[in-house]
């Protein structure tokens, strides 16, 4: 499985990203696909998931500002991050699980900042 993240970037506070994930070397319809991210100094935490059938899941930190999708077609996943705020500041990473096997990507840095 190859996890490619991109959309990382600078931006304000309020101000929107949209974080890209394509998948290869995978069946992308029969995973569930998430995103997690990594502040400094402070543990890996969920963000997000996304299952086959499409049921989301968030974290209560993103709710209503976050919305996960994905392009089964296009074996790519997406989150979109809208309301930024500096605490969302963090390096985001995507994964999928498969059959209890998750596999991650590289991060994409995400920094909201005035």
């Known amino acids: 499985v190859q996890l490619q993240a991109s959309g990382g970037g600078l931006v304000q506070p309020g101000g929107s990203l949209r974080l890209s994930c394509v998948a290869s070397?995978?069946?992308?319809?029969?995973?569930?696909m998430a995103w997690h991210r990594q502040a400094p100094g402070k543990q890996r935490e969920f963000v997000a998931l996304?299952?086959?059938?499409?049921?989301?899941t968030y974290a209560d930190s993103v709710k209503g500002r976050f919305t996960i999708s994905r392009d089964n077609a296009e074996n790519t996943g997406y989150l979109q991050m809208n309301s930024l705020r500096p605490e969302d500041t963090a390096v985001y990473y995507c994964?999928?699980?498969?059959?209890?096997?998750?596999?991650w990507g590289q991060g994409t840095q995400v920094t909201v900042s005035s």
């Open positions: 996304i299952t086959t059938g499409g049921t989301t």
């Open positions: 070397r995978i069946d992308f319809r029969d995973t569930t």
């Open positions: 994964l999928t699980v498969r059959n209890g096997v998750s596999s």
